[in-house]
């Protein structure tokens, strides 16, 4: 058997990569969609609170999977930015990015101090 064949249980794609993809393309398409630079910092703040609740949750079990998720969301959001009119295209992705990571910061901060108490399901 050639080393080539792939196993039966095999798949081309696996579900931290699938989200990743879809992350990045969900973020390409609210940022192409915004409407305004205002509206990407507003998107850019709340996709980073939620991402570091993400992190936060996963901060004992961290793995790439979890970054790479987290990045390919950014990613796509900057690249759709960089598609629309809104802004100035020099500023605007550097500031949303800072915006961004600040939101995943302050989030993080917020639930490890307790000032947010998360319920899961």
Same mark, same amino acid.
């Given at each position: 058997? /050639?080393? *080539?064949?792939?196993?039966? /249980?095999?798949? +081309?794609? /696996?579900?931290?990569?699938?989200? #990743?993809? &879809?992350?990045?393309?969900?973020? *390409? &398409?609210? $940022?192409?969609?915004?409407? +305004?630079?205002? @509206? =990407? =910092? ?14 936060? !949750?996963?901060? !004992?079990?961290?793995?790439?999977? =979890?970054? @790479?998720?987290?990045?390919?969301? @950014? ?6 930015s960089l598609f629309t009119p809104y802004g100035n295209p020099?500023?605007?992705? *550097? ?8 939101g995943i910061i302050a989030s993080y901060y917020a639930h $490890?101090?307790? =000032?947010?108490? #998360?319920?899961? *399901?």
């Amino acid at each position: 058997m /050639s080393r *080539f064949i792939p196993h039966p /249980s095999y798949k +081309s794609l /696996s579900w931290p990569e699938t989200i #990743a993809t &879809i992350c990045l393309i969900i973020g *390409f &398409i609210l $940022s192409f969609f915004a409407g +305004s630079a205002f @509206m =990407y =910092y507003v998107i850019a703040l709340l996709t980073g609170i939620f991402f570091g609740r993400l992190w936060y !949750n996963t901060r !004992n079990t961290l793995q790439f999977k =979890y970054f @790479m998720i987290i990045t390919l969301f @950014m990613i796509g959001f900057v690249i759709g930015s960089l598609f629309t009119p809104y802004g100035n295209p020099r500023i605007t992705p *550097f500031l949303t990015l800072f915006i961004y990571v600040i939101g995943i910061i302050a989030s993080y901060y917020a639930h $490890s101090k307790g =000032y947010i108490k #998360a319920i899961d *399901f």
